[in-house]
C-alpha cells in the first residue's frame, strides 16, 4: 500500500520544531485571511510572533513555507480517510467508510480553505496546485488504489485500472455536500447527510466493480 506522506519537517530539537510549528500556524492564518498572493513574509513574521530573520532561517520563500503548511495538513488530515482499512469489515462497509471519510475532510474548513487558494491562484502559480494535487489528493488516490489493487487480486473486486477507479471515487465523493460547500451554499451536513451520500456512492461504485458483477467494459482505445 502506498505510504501515507512523510512527516513534513526533518529531525529537530524540540524548541526548533516548535517554533516552525509556530510559523507554519502562523502562516496558515495569513493565508487564510488574504490568499497565497496576497500574503507576505513580513505579515507571516508578524502573526507567527517572530522576526523575519528567523522566519527566513526556516523558510527561504513563501513558496516552500505553503508547501509545509500544505504538506503538515495532509500528514494530519489523510490517515483519517483509511482508519477502515485493515479492519475486518465487508467491501461495502469499508467503501462507504472512506467515502464519508473523504466527505468530511473535504467539507473541513482547512480543505474548503485550501481548495479556495489553490483554485484562485493557479492560473498564476501553477506550482501551488501541482503541490496541493501531489501531497493531498493524488496520495490518498494512491493508497485508494493499493487496496482496490490488492481486494483484486483476492477475487473480491474486478478493477482493471485502480488508480482511475480511485480517481472516480474520490469524484463521487464530490457530489453534493462539498460540491455546495465550496460554493459557500446552505446544505445539511451532518452525520445522518453524510451517510445518506456515502450509501449511494459505494453501490454505484460496486456495481461497476464488484467481481460478481462479472468484468467491467473494457474502455475503448484511445484514438491515435
Known amino acids: 500500500m502506498s505510504p501515507l506522506p512523510p512527516p513534513d519537517a526533518p529531525d529537530l530539537p524540540g524548541a526548533s520544531a516548535a517554533k516552525r510549528l509556530q510559523i507554519i500556524e502562523g502562516a496558515a ?9 496576497g500574503a507576505s513574509m513580513s505579515q ?7 522576526s523575519k530573520g528567523t522566519l527566513y532561517n526556516y523558510f527561504d520563500s513563501k513558496a516552500a513555507l505553503f508547501t509545509a503548511f500544505v504538506r503538515r495538513s495532509a500528514c494530519e488530515k489523510l490517515p483519517l480517510l483509511f482508519e477502515t482499512i485493515g479492519e475486518k469489515r465487508t467491501p461495502e462497509e469499508t467503501l462507504i467508510g472512506i467515502a464519508s471519510a473523504m466527505i468530511r475532510l473535504t467539507t473541513s474548513p482547512l480543505s474548503l480553505m485550501l481548495n479556495r487558494i489553490v483554485v484562485s491562484e493557479a492560473a498564476t502559480f501553477p506550482v501551488l496546485a501541482e503541490t496541493f494535487w501531489q501531497v493531498g489528493p493524488q496520495r490518498a488516490i ?19 485500472d485502480p488508480v482511475l477507479a480511485a480517481e472516480l471515487f474520490y469524484a ?7 460540491a455546495r460547500k465550496r460554493l459557500q451554499l446552505p446544505v445539511a451536513a451532518e452525520a445522518e447527510d453524510i451517510a445518506r451520500i456515502a450509501r449511494p456512492i459505494t453501490r454505484v461504485f460496486l456495481n461497476t466493480f464488484d467481481a460478481g458483477k ?3 467494459v ?5 484514438t491515435p
Open 142 to 160: 494512491a493508497v485508494f488504489a493499493d487496496w482496490l489493487a490488492a481486494r483484486t487480486n483476492e477475487g473480491v473486486l474486478n478493477v482493471p
Open 218 to 222: 473494457p474502455e475503448p482505445a484511445a
Open 214 to 216: 462479472g468484468p467491467p
Open 29 to 37: 492564518r495569513i493565508f487564510a485571511a488574504h490568499g497565497y498572493e
Open 44 to 50: 507571516i513574521a508578524r502573526e507567527a510572533g517572530v
Open 172 to 178: 463521487l465523493c464530490q457530489t453534493r455536500i462539498t
